[in-house]
């Protein structure tokens, strides 16, 4: 065979392997981290993806809701169920997710969701025959019965993929993990007919929250970031968050920061006032005592607001899309006007364009969320403008 040939051959067949990476240091070199570490937590800018454990639902069960999607309430409406993501470690390596978000329902005893009622009526098997569905523990998923599947079953299996994931890259950005506490459920308007429901949380039910984050980090937290850690010698959280006590970069590699939304808040706070003595923030509302994360979900109407609490100190969560909306419509709107108000976590469906845009031209386009140039996070345009020759984010 011609030796030219061969070359040409290899030379293709290395480019068509060849994969994106963010977190490939060990193929080339990292670039000084020097300047950017001094930067403080809330001076960068980082993507996450929503529901970000989500796997689309069989087939069969999708159709069956269809014909009934006239009487669901809106959060159970199909448009808003048909999306899945990749493995988590797919998400932080390959497109540098870094912040994600979680849906747990507290499940004591065991079992409550180990079946799948919605199933009867999709001819499909009710019975899951997972384990690990079966034992005490918190569980991940959207919405049992109809919208379970997931890339983790519990919230501790995730927690210990998270965790190897990270001793794996001990200088990584710190992750934010933002955890909704649900008690909703299918179940609370068709429970006559055998579908679950959701436990209502308690302050004990919210300790064991912390008790499995503590399995997995240690009773130390060594690897997170906590309230007492940020409040320092502050009387309040918040009038930490006011006065810039966040940590450095620096400081937060190869941490965690875990932000509880949802149900579980009021409960959390019971006997810990401005969090104390908590493994995680809560999303707040300015003026209260614990308030250091805030959220605006829209971040066209709400640009103003967002970059109001940006300036304060407040770590803020927007969105830059939602499912089956831009992937649909391919406007960037939201995403430029997430990008440019400052919210340091940008969460959405579409790190990577939706699929269906190839097959289904005419119905999807090839929306899809990156910083410019593919960067793995931004120093903060708000609150770091005079700091943006400091350079490029590795890991």
Known sequence: MNSKF?????????????????NNSRQRPIPDQTALNTLQLNQIQVLGSHNSYHKRMPAKLFDFLKTINFILPAEYKVESLDYDHEPLYTQLDTYGMRSFEIDIYADPNGGRFKNRKGNAFAGLPEASGIAELAQPGYKVMHIPDIDYETHHYTFKSMLTDLKKWSDAHPNHLPIFLLIEGKETTVGDFLGFIGFATAVRFTPALTDAIDEEIKSVFGNSLDKVITPDKVRGDYTTLEEAVLNNNWPTIGESRGKFIFVMQGASVDDYLVGHPSLKGRAMFTNSTPGKPEAAFVQYNSPVREENSIIDAVQKGYIVRTRSDGPNEENRTGS?????????????IIST?????????????AEFTNYSCRFPNGELARINPINAADKQTYGKFAE
């Not at 293709?12 to 990476?21: L, Q, R």
């Not at 960037?332 to 340091?344: C, D, L, P, T, V």
């Open 332 to 344: 960037y709107a939201n995403q430029e006007a997430a990008f440019r108000s400052g919210g340091q």
């Open 349 to 361: 469906d579409y790190y990577r364009p939706d699929p269906r845009y190839l097959t289904k031209p």
């Open 6 to 22: 061969i070359l040409v051959f290899w030379a293709i067949f290395a480019i068509a392997c060849k994969k994106e990476t963010f």
